[in-house]
């Protein structure tokens, strides 16, 4: 993907600002509502993980974290949105708080899901890398 410009980026803000959680969440079983309720949990989590991208390439890393951490608030499952936000604290200099999104992610994977997940601080530290790199 390439990278958003600013407008696109400010679109994309905008949007993960309008997102007030599942759509009909207090009908969680009309099944009508289960397609795009699906439909967009999904967009919001590919917004934030892009948002949380774009911003670290600008250099704007707590920023970064900060949305990369509202979505992890809305959907606790996603390991890419954990990988973001680990790299922008990497890329922030703030080693210990991506320790902790790691190991925040790798809790919540086994404990609720059963799933391993085994990521180190030096592949987020090549990806930070990257990032500042651009």
Same mark, same amino acid.
């Given at each position: 993907?390439?990278?958003?410009? !600013?407008?696109?980026?400010?679109?994309?803000?905008?949007?993960? !600002? #309008?997102?007030?959680?599942?759509?009909?969440? !207090?009908?969680?079983?009309?099944?009508?509502?289960?397609?795009?309720?699906?439909?967009?949990?999904?967009?919001?989590?590919? #917004?934030?993980?892009?948002?949380?991208?774009? #911003?670290?390439?600008?250099?704007?890393?707590? %920023?970064?974290?900060?949305?990369? %951490?509202?979505?992890?608030?809305?959907?606790?499952?996603?390991?890419?949105?954990?990988? $973001?936000?680990?790299?922008?604290? #990497?890329?922030?200099? !703030?080693?210990?708080?991506?320790?902790?999104?790691?190991?925040?992610? /790798?809790?919540?994977?086994? +404990?609720?899901?059963?799933? $391993?997940? +085994?990521?180190?601080?030096?592949? $987020?530290? /090549?990806? $930070?890398?990257?990032?500042?790199?651009?």
């Amino acid at each position: 993907m390439e990278r958003p410009g !600013d407008a696109e980026l400010t679109a994309m803000l905008a949007a993960l !600002d #309008l997102y007030d959680g599942p759509f009909l969440a !207090d009908a969680p079983y009309f099944d009508p509502a289960a397609a795009t309720r699906d439909a967009l949990s999904g967009t919001y989590r590919d #917004l934030a993980v892009a948002a949380t991208r774009a #911003l670290c390439e600008r250099g704007q890393y707590l %920023r970064a974290a900060s949305i990369g %951490r509202r979505g992890i608030e809305r959907d606790p499952y996603c390991e890419e949105i954990y990988r $973001s936000v680990a790299a922008a604290y #990497l890329a922030a200099g !703030d080693t210990a708080a991506a320790a902790r999104i790691r190991e925040s992610c /790798r809790t919540k994977m086994y +404990d609720d899901l059963g799933i $391993s997940i +085994d990521w180190d601080q030096a592949e $987020s530290g /090549r990806r $930070s890398a990257a990032v500042t790199r651009l």
